[in-house]
């Protein structure tokens, strides 16, 4: 059975059994802009993959970068999100485009693997400098640099897991 949670999102307080997937999305939701660039936080998985599909808001990218401690646009941020910096630069000075349901999937993973690396670490800081440094049960690769491909997706998934569970090699 779910605890009764109080959590605010934008402004809102919502009381009542929250599942985790929810706060989860919630969360993964908010360092994309929350509201106001998705209009809709996602309820479910499938509520996400709806929004993912239709293509997320360039502002909702922007938000993510904007909003971060350490990591900044650079060769492996572009591979992880899959746009160019030319790409990124036009969405930056438009300001109102659609990315791709591609670039909106992974704009997407990088804040959910961040929320957990927040989790995990204690603080979103922190999370986005281990995000930066080579991890030893990572064979000495950055986490981020494994973000371009899903197979290093789930490398850096399942390391989490592992570090979250006190197994660190």
Do not use: C
């Not at 899903?150 to 490398?155: Q, R, Y």
């Amino acid at each position: 059975m779910a605890k009764a949670v109080q959590m605010y999102d934008q402004g809102t307080l919502f009381v009542g059994a929250v599942l985790p997937e929810v706060i989860r999305l919630t969360a993964v939701a908010r360092l994309l802009g929350g509201t106001a660039t998705l209009r809709k936080m996602p309820q479910s998985p499938l509520e996400a993959h709806e929004i993912l599909l239709n293509g997320l808001p360039s502002r909702a990218l922007l938000h993510l970068i904007e909003h971060l401690d350490f990591l900044r646009w650079d060769d492996s941020f572009a591979r992880a999100i899959g746009m160019s910096h030319r790409t990124y630069q036009r969405h930056t000075a438009e300001n109102t485009g659609q990315l791709s349901s591609e670039q909106s999937g992974r704009a997407w993973k990088l804040a959910e693997i961040l929320v957990k690396a927040t989790s995990v670490f204690g603080s979103q800081a922190e999370a986005e400098q281990w995000l930066e440094r080579p991890a030893v049960g990572l064979d000495q690769r950055k986490p981020i640099d494994l973000l371009a491909t899903p197979a290093g997706v789930e490398l850096v998934e399942d390391f989490l897991a592992r570090l979250e569970y006190g197994v660190y090699a």
